[in-house]
């Protein structure tokens, strides 16, 4: 039986039957239901109904859509799709005048009448799928921690004779100077944005109030604090969720955030490395693995509480790290974040408590059901459906093969000697060669059938047609300033 449950003014309907949904629409006085999926690249989608058209056959039968217009998904030629909604997503638009029931669908090939292999939600779903069957575990938990910028304004343009982007932002260190009539400072110093209060952090009201349309969306928040960059660089985090329902919860958590930054006049980004000289935003993702209620991944005697399972975990983690990043660190803005020298987690080590490293224990609590590894690898512009998908893979295969992470490295990263630094491997540095990383290293993946050959194929293909060639093609602004009188 599902239940309503009321979150500040708008309602979640959990756990649901097709019917319940159809029910709950007309009760909530419902007018449009949205119907959203998401693209291989990791990018929301939607198209829009009149409550009158969801019946409980859409539940079963699916409503069709144009594939061929779809990011990844497929030719003119076989373009013919069906979005199947799950029922167990609904809750009532909360960014939204018009009254309108939020849905998130699987896709599925109306020909062949079986799920879409190349649906990133899909892939989400049967990496959850294999882990029960191969009797681990019974569930995973995910909690990522998503890093973004808030700025005021943003302009960027590029064509064949010119190319710049401007950013601003009230919070902008390079804005004390400026004449706002008048200028108040608390303007947060590079690299000094770490928990300040108000009013040196001026979005403090601003994440709150975000938050709570989040919690209108069924996102349960667990805290929220100004980040270490100037010009509004944020973070909020999320209780901790099954793989499939935390993609779930990233998407609308972007979501919400996009749109409701656009109600005040601002805007967000989760791109990786923004400015330059400050802080790049981070996805420090939390994972553990359960067998029913208890967490194999706790052993009050090992190392940082772990036990051998979370310790070979971590071994796969660490040894597919560059083809992981494929997926978790999927940008070639991602690159600007993670280089070598600065507080990015490049080092393919394990740790208690360093931030320093790829692979941090946190050890906040000794309570068993508090025992879980963060990495610190991956960025918000992942992909979370394939990101986590690919990680819980990547520590499955560490476990099924017993892969030893080696040992821990407790001591700061960046202030070791040369010949003990020369030890410590380090991620790739480009897009680039994680791709060709994934395209060597891959096997661990397929196990399942959870991801399939055609979907790497296509990832590959696209991200270096897309985006690895495009920016390799253009001249860089910099350049200019280095070259032009050479």
């Known amino acids: 039986m599902a239940r309503a449950k009321q979150n500040e003014s708008t309602t979640v309907l959990e756990a649901a039957t097709p019917a319940e949904v159809v029910e709950f629409a007309r009760s909530q006085g419902v007018q449009m239901v949205d119907l959203k999926f998401t693209d291989l690249p990791g990018t929301l989608q939607h198209f829009t109904i009149p409550v009158e058209e969801l019946d409980t056959k859409s539940f079963s039968e699916g409503l069709g859509f144009d594939g061929s217009s779809i990011r990844g998904f497929m030719e ?39 799920s879409f292999t190349r649906d990133p939600r899909y892939v989400a779903q049967k990496a959850e799928e294999h882990l029960i069957r191969v009797g681990i575990a019974t569930t995973s938990y995910w909690g990522p921690e998503l890093e973004f910028y808030v700025f005021d304004d943003v302009r960027y343009e590029q064509n064949q004779n010119s190319a710049f982007y401007r950013i601003d932002s009230r919070e902008g260190s390079w804005n004390t100077g400026r004449d706002e ?40 928040v667990e805290l929220h604090h100004h980040e270490v960059g100037t010009a509004g660089q944020c973070e909020i985090d999320m209780r901790f969720k099954s793989l499939t329902r935390m993609g779930d919860q990233v998407q609308f958590y972007k979501y919400v955030l996009r749109n409701f930054a656009r109600e005040y006049g601002k805007t967000i980004t989760f791109m990786p490395k923004p400015l330059f000289q400050d802080n790049g935003s981070g996805m420090h993702v939390h994972q553990s693995l359960w067998k029913d209620d208890t967490n194999i991944f706790f052993d009050r005697e090992g190392y940082g509480l772990l036990s051998r399972t979370a310790l070979h975990y971590i071994g796969g983690l660490l040894k597919h790290s560059a083809a992981l990043l494929a997926f978790c660190a999927p940008t070639t803005n991602s690159y600007r974040r993670l280089v ?17 490293a790829c692979v941090r224990i946190p050890m906040y609590s000794e309570n068993p059901k508090a025992k879980r590894l963060e990495y610190r690898c991956p960025d918000p512009s992942a992909n979370c459906y394939l990101a986590f998908a690919a990680m819980l893979m990547a520590g499955l295969d560490g476990i099924k093969k017993r892969i030893e992470p080696g040992d821990p490295l407790d001591r700061d990263l960046y202030h070791l000697d040369p010949e003990e630094a020369s030890k410590v491997k380090q991620v790739p540095g480009s897009l680039e060669e994680v791709l060709n990383a994934l395209e060597q290293d891959h096997d661990f993946l397929l196990e399942g059938n959870v991801f399939t050959k055609d979907l790497i194929e296509t990832w590959i293909s696209y991200k270096r047609e897309k985006e690895v060639d495009p920016v390799r093609l253009r001249p860089h602004p910099y350049e200019f300033h280095l070259y032009y009188d050479i």
Request: aromatic content about 8%.
């Open 340 to 356: 070598p020298g600065y507080e990015a987690p490049i080092n393919l080590v394990y740790s208690k408590r360093n931030r320093s």
């Open 181 to 220: 009539g008048p200028n108040l400072g608390y303007k947060p110093r590079y690299k000094e944005g770490y928990f300040p209060t108000p009013p040196t952090d001026s979005l403090q009201d601003f994440r709150s109030r975000a938050v709570q349309r989040m919690k209108q969306c069924g996102i349960d």
């Open 76 to 114: 003119i030629h076989e373009s013919d799709m069906l979005l199947i909604p799950d029922p167990t997503t609904a809750f009532v638009d909360p960014m939204l005048e018009v009254p309108t029931l939020n849905l998130i669908c699987n896709v599925r090939d109306p020909v062949l009448g079986t």
